[in-house]
């Protein structure tokens, strides 16, 4: 008799300890542990991914066998310790069977499932598949009684939520030592591509460099002997009537083929405009889309308000400047607002710098 108490106690506890073990495991699997799996064993971590994106029928088995083996190994064990036991000490022994289920079929396999997770997830995936074959009538009636009961609805906050999650992870990891600070930045700011508007990182108006299209090449380099940028807009009769880009590579190429006289007209490319209003991750795509790395933007009257580049949007990634040690003003941005508090105290406005056409002699 004492045997088969035992015996009924093991089995009770063992099948509670699995099933502990793989709810824990199953529930603090992670993205990054199943395509870490799926590059380790395709099959497997296919499989894993399947138990975790069927979460509700995944949980449903493993609670569902708990349960049975929970109930009939108590009617079991009740039953035996009735006939071993007088009644004085039936109390004793099912206060201890109480903290024996607590500690080996929930604290300890909870933790080991949640520590070994990546250790265990190959070995279980495949039992856990047979167990969830095994048990479909009964699952499918219990999510069908869930779904009845709780009904999903689409939450439109989902992709933000994440985006937050993984803002908050990336602070964490730069607090905890597994980041650095720039690193943390870098994933902060690429996730809030989509909420910066272009107009706050691109280079404005009043100091863009352009060109007016009737300009030769060598009248490009009388006026910067050392060109400054390696594209700038190229205008008909003035700023607001962008028509082109120039490269500072195919102006060098012209000069050094003695092809000074040709003008800016001949030599531009087409350029792309957007408004003002739209999202940096919005001016990334057309960059990428296009293959241009300068974006002319304009505002809501079309007039140009200033401009984008593969630089800017680098640099709002990285959070730090990019430059070069011979660059007169590192921030473009913050000298158009020094330029701007400059004339609120009384200096006269500037147009932006442009190289005109010269006079006709």
Same mark, same amino acid.
């Given at each position: 008799m004492i045997i088969q108490f035992v015996l009924a106690v093991s089995f009770t506890i063992g099948v509670s300890f699995v099933c502990s073990m793989l709810e824990a495991l199953i529930l603090s699997t992670t993205i990054a542990d199943i395509?870490?799996?799926?590059?380790?064993?395709?099959?497997?971590?296919?499989?894993?991914?399947?138990?975790?994106?069927?979460?509700?029928?995944?949980?449903?088995?493993?609670?569902?066998?708990?349960?049975?083996?929970?109930?009939?190994?108590?009617?079991?064990?009740?039953?035996?310790?009735?006939?071993?036991?007088?009644?004085?000490?039936?109390?004793?022994?099912?206060?201890?069977?109480?903290?024996?289920?607590?500690?080996?079929?929930?604290?300890?396999p909870k933790n080991l499932g949640v520590t070994y997770r990546v250790q265990l997830q190959p070995w279980v995936v495949s039992p856990l598949?047979?167990?969830?074959?095994?048990?479909?009538?009964?699952?499918?009636?219990?999510?069908?009684?869930?779904?009845? %009961?709780?009904?999903? =609805?689409?939450?439109? #906050?989902?992709?933000?939520?994440? /985006?937050?999650?993984?803002?908050?992870? *990336?602070?964490?990891?730069?607090?905890?030592?597994?980041?650095t600070s720039s690193e943390s930045n870098m994933v902060t700011n690429a996730l809030k591509l989509d909420d910066e508007m272009v107009s706050t990182i691109m280079t404005p108006r009043v100091v863009v460099t352009a060109l007016d299209n009737e300009l030769t090449i060598g009248d490009v380099f009388r006026t910067f002997p050392n060109i400054p940028f390696a594209r700038m807009p190229v205008y008909n009769e003035d700023i607001d009537q962008i028509v082109g880009v120039v490269r500072r590579r195919d102006l060098l190429?012209?000069?050094?083929?003695?092809?000074?006289? %040709?003008?800016?007209? =001949?030599?531009?490319? #087409?350029?792309?405009?957007?408004? /003002?209003?739209?999202?940096?991750?919005? *001016?990334?795509?057309?960059?990428?889309?296009?293959?241009?790395?300068?974006?002319?933007?304009?505002?809501?009257?079309?007039?140009?308000?200033?401009?984008?580049?593969?630089?800017?949007?680098?640099?709002?990634?990285?959070?730090?400047?990019?430059?070069?040690?011979?660059?007169?003003?590192?921030?473009?941005?913050?000298?158009?607002r020094s330029e701007a508090k400059g004339k609120k105290e009384g200096a006269e406005p500037e147009e932006p710098k442009q190289a005109e056409k010269p006079d006709s002699a």
């Open positions: 395509e870490s799996l799926k590059k380790r064993l395709p099959k497997k971590g296919e499989l894993l991914e399947r138990h975790k994106t069927d979460l509700s029928d995944t949980i449903s088995a493993i609670l569902t066998l708990n349960t049975i083996a929970n109930t009939a190994g108590s009617t079991i064990v009740g039953a035996l310790a009735a006939q071993i036991w007088s009644s004085a000490v039936l109390g004793w022994v099912t206060g201890l069977l109480t903290l024996s289920i607590l500690i080996f079929s929930e604290i300890i598949r047979w167990m969830k074959l095994a048990l479909w009538p009964a699952t499918s009636l219990t999510n069908f009684s869930v779904r009845f %009961v709780v009904r999903e =609805e689409q939450n439109s #906050e989902d992709s933000s939520s994440n /985006e937050e999650e993984i803002i908050l992870l *990336a602070e964490k990891g730069a607090k905890d030592g597994t980041l190429k012209y000069v050094a083929e003695d092809q000074d006289r %040709v003008r800016l007209n =001949e030599i531009k490319d #087409e350029v792309h405009f957007i408004p /003002e209003t739209v999202t940096v991750a919005a *001016a990334l795509q057309t960059i990428l889309k296009t293959h241009q790395q300068l974006l002319v933007v304009v505002d809501e009257f079309g007039s140009m308000a200033g401009v984008v580049t593969m630089e800017d949007i680098m640099e709002y990634i990285l959070g730090r400047e990019i430059f070069e040690k011979d660059d007169v003003a590192i921030d473009m941005r913050e000298f158009a």
